[in-house]
């Protein structure tokens, strides 16, 4: 099978490296003219595009000249504004509407849910009044109205090998977010996920699915799990605090397809330095 992924970033690339394991032909593109070198020794078909909104770069009929299409960049709302990701993905849409691809698959987050006290479900979230990323919600609807067979994938905190919990709160003092339960995902078990779609028919394509790990300790628990095992200092917590919180449920995607998570307790998840 011809697969492109636009964006071989810390999801991509590894996902990209598992596809061409199976056989896959792999296209891929960055935004970064020193990593085609890189993309290029790992067997993959490598391309330097942008989309900033608009499309800059040589090759976008070549990668879109493939069966499916995994879009994989990062909004980065904060820094661009709301408008800015959208923008991108109606760019992407209007050559994707005449392109021979016949299955997108685009990599959403679960911070379109609110934190509302409660487990949040994809059907919660289908208009972007209802979201907390109105601008994610856009993308992923202009998606869904290209023509194409579609799939959306509200993925956790993607998590892992060098993205270790500890590190991003080691030593600070009176986190009131202790309490909270984590919404994560393995990157393994994201490229797992992805992999097994692509072997799976029509009938379970054109749904959002929540892709996180059925667990969700807590962040206290979480934090302090990963210090020690890598030298880190523990934070320490304020208690008898209330803070908002979600639990993202993906029994929806775990009742629809046939996927056993790899790591499906956080506590669990592998890291390395």
């Known amino acids: ?36 070198s890189e993309l ?17 770069g040589i090759g976008w009929d070549y990668l879109l000249d493939t069966e499916v299409l995994i879009v994989n960049i990062p909004p980065r709302l904060a820094q661009t504004g709301s408008a800015f990701h959208p923008a991108q ?15 997108v698959i685009y990599v959403s987050s679960t911070s379109v849910y609110a934190d509302e006290n409660r487990t949040a479900v994809e059907d919660d979230v289908t208009t ?29 905190g993607l998590m892992g090998y060098e993205r270790i919990p500890a590190k991003y709160v080691s030593g600070k003092k009176n986190l009131t977010t202790g309490h909270l339960p984590v919404n994560y995902l393995h990157r393994d078990d994201a490229v797992s996920i992805i ?19 059925p667990q969700h300790p807590t962040r206290r628990e ?11 200092v523990p934070p320490t917590f304020e208690d ?6 979600k639990v993202i449920s993906s029994k929806h995607l775990q009742s629809q ?17």
């Open 1 to 36: 099978m011809k697969v492109s992924i636009l964006g071989c970033g810390w999801l991509g690339l590894p996902l990209a490296k598992k596809l061409i394991e199976q056989r896959h032909t792999v296209r891929g593109s960055t935004t970064r003219a020193e990593k085609l």
């Open 40 to 56: 290029r020794r790992a067997g993959i078909e490598p391309l330097w595009l942008q989309l900033s909104p608009e499309l800059k």
């Open 89 to 103: 993905i109606e760019h992407l849409a209007a050559l994707l509407k005449n392109s021979s691809v016949g299955r």
């Open 128 to 156: 972007p009044e209802q979201s907390a990323s109105p601008a994610l919600v856009e993308a992923e609807r202009i998606i869904q109205k290209v023509g194409k067979t579609w799939l959306v994938l509200r993925c956790g």
């Open 195 to 213: 992999e097994t779609f692509l072997s799976l028919p029509d009938e379970a394509w054109n749904q959002v699915y929540n892709a996180v790990a």
């Open 222 to 232: 979480v934090y302090l799990g990963s210090c020690d095992p890598f030298g880190f």
């Open 240 to 245: 008898n605090v209330s803070e908002p919180y």
């Open 257 to 273: 397809i046939p996927y056993s998570f790899l790591y499906p307790n956080p506590l669990d998840f592998y890291y390395s330095l």
